[in-house]
Nanobody, 117 residues
């Protein structure tokens, strides 16, 4: 099983980035997906969640209205579109997939997002 994030980088405040998570080795439509982020010294926190079929999604309050999660099960991709980025969004962003009918979960290695002028 492979979960690989990409799309991170340095962006100015107010800018946008789209993160991608490529999943392989599992039937992706049988896994819920989520994005999490972590900064040094803090616990990893959930940012966004989407069901296996893509019909339901949840965005946490701190990024509501700025971030959007989506998925393409044909291409085995989960995306996180981030707009109006703020310095406090700076973190390592991780993709997780979790089995809908099992307790299996898999994490990516993370991608750094830095919001700074």
């Amino acid at each position: 099983v492979s979960v690989v994030e990409s799309g991170g980088g340095l962006v100015e405040p107010g800018g946008s980035l789209t993160l991608s998570c490529k999943c392989s080795g599992v039937p992706v439509d049988e896994y819920h997906a989520s994005w999490h982020r972590q900064t040094p010294g803090k616990e990893r926190e959930l940012v966004a969640f989407i069901t296996g079929d893509g019909n339901n999604a949840r965005i946490v309050d701190s990024v509501q209205g700025r971030f959007t999660i989506s998925r393409d099960n044909v291409r085995d991709l989960v995306s996180l579109e981030m707009n109006s980025l703020k310095p406090e969004d700076t973190a390592v962003y991780y993709c997780q997939i979790q089995g809908m009918s099992s307790n299996k979960e898999f994490w990516g290695q993370g991608t750094q997002v830095t919001v700074s002028s």
